[in-house]
């Protein structure tokens, strides 16, 4: 069937990185159900370069962020003349139910996420899709490294691990042979340049808002280690080996990253030795804390 003929679909996500990476088992089935469809992803900007990477979309477009009602009936009425045969609302949102209402009317038919119990996200197609960056991160210069992020931005105060603890378990991984990037969001940089203050030769990646370049990083990765935050779950679906860091109020059990992943959590997460965390990394991912 020729482009142009082809079935024509919208999927909808517009929510955080947390949402894109739950929704990938869904993205995956659609394209599955429809493999000769002509697939838009309609999302915002900072997913563009990691959704264009992925083999689920033939199109991403990333301006569905929209500001009052002229922009939206804008980007509605763009919506309606793609000539779309189906729409499926990934986000669930109150924004996204006003797209899907208004594409909808007369329209295509609208469908929320396909039902069916999905395996873990997979977002290590990652490796493949931008051969200069992995270029950079993998040179002949570059060692190997470890991945902290703190999420700080993302959790509340009670259940952050103290940033002097991430510095520790940096200088610890260090030691082994291991250079240390930190990621996460504006917000995030303040604990970060403390990690840095205590950690000599660390890289601050905070603010980087291409998530495409944060999972790459992340899939390259001996170890990430983190708090239970967006970027967390996204390292995961790369396939990175994680350890999530939580405090004992919360049940990891049903909202833990899914993948290679070992949880670790204490009732007092002062209390929670930078030790304990290589010893997990160890059990994870032996060559992320041999020694050098």
């Given at each position: 069937m020729s482009a142009a003929r082809a079935e024509r679909i919208l999927l909808i996500l517009l929510g955080?990185?947390?949402?894109?990476?739950?929704?990938?088992?869904?993205?995956?089935?659609?394209?599955?159900?429809?493999?000769?469809?002509?697939?838009?992803?309609?999302?915002?900007?900072?997913?563009?370069?990691?959704?264009?990477?992925?083999?689920?979309?033939?199109?991403?477009?990333?301006?569905?962020?929209?500001?009052?009602?002229?922009?939206?009936?804008?980007?509605?009425?763009?919506?309606?003349?793609?000539?779309?045969?189906?729409?499926?609302?990934?986000?669930?949102?109150?924004?996204?139910?006003?797209?899907t209402s208004g594409v909808g009317f007369l329209g295509p038919k609208v469908s929320g996420a396909p039902r069916m119990d999905y395996p873990p996200p997979d977002l290590s197609w990652i490796v493949n899709s931008a051969p200069a960056e992995r270029q950079l991160l993998r040179g002949p210069d570059r060692r190997a490294y470890a991945l902290l992020i703190p999420g700080a931005a993302e959790t509340p105060d009670p259940y952050q691990?103290?940033?002097d603890r991430y510095a520790e378990i940096g200088r610890l991984l260090?030691?082994?042979?291991?250079?240390?990037?930190?990621?996460?969001?504006?917000?995030?940089?303040?604990?970060?340049?403390?990690?840095?203050?205590?950690?000599?030769?660390a890289r601050d990646m905070t603010?980087?808002?291409?998530?495409?370049?944060?999972?790459?990083?992340?899939?390259?990765?001996?170890?990430?280690?983190?708090?239970?935050?967006g970027l967390l779950h996204l390292a995961a679906a790369t396939g990175a080996p994680t350890v999530v860091?939580?405090?004992?109020?919360?049940?990891?059990?049903?909202?833990?990253?899914?993948?290679?992943?070992?949880?670790?959590?204490?009732?007092?997460?002062?209390?929670?030795?930078a030790e304990s965390v290589v010893h997990a990394v160890e059990l994870l991912s032996p060559a992320g804390a041999r020694s050098a």
């Open positions: 955080g990185v947390r949402e894109f990476v739950r929704a990938a088992p869904a993205m995956a089935q659609i394209r599955q159900t429809h493999p000769a469809a002509q697939i838009t992803l309609l999302t915002t900007a900072p997913f563009q370069g990691l959704a264009r990477g992925s083999p689920w979309f033939n199109t991403v477009d990333a301006e569905g962020e929209t500001n009052g009602f002229a922009e939206r009936m804008a980007l509605i009425g763009r919506l309606r003349a793609m000539g779309l045969r189906r729409v499926y609302d990934l986000q669930g949102s109150a924004a996204s139910r006003m797209i691990w103290p940033s260090q030691k082994r042979g291991l250079d240390i990037f930190i990621a996460g969001g504006p917000k995030d940089s303040a604990v970060a340049r403390t990690i840095q203050h205590k950690t000599p030769g603010g980087v808002t291409d998530f495409g370049r944060i999972a790459l990083l992340a899939a390259r990765a001996e170890v990430v280690i983190g708090a239970d935050c860091i939580y405090g004992v109020a919360v049940d990891p059990a049903n909202i833990a990253p899914r993948g290679h992943v070992a949880v670790l959590h204490a009732d007092n997460l002062n209390d929670l030795k």
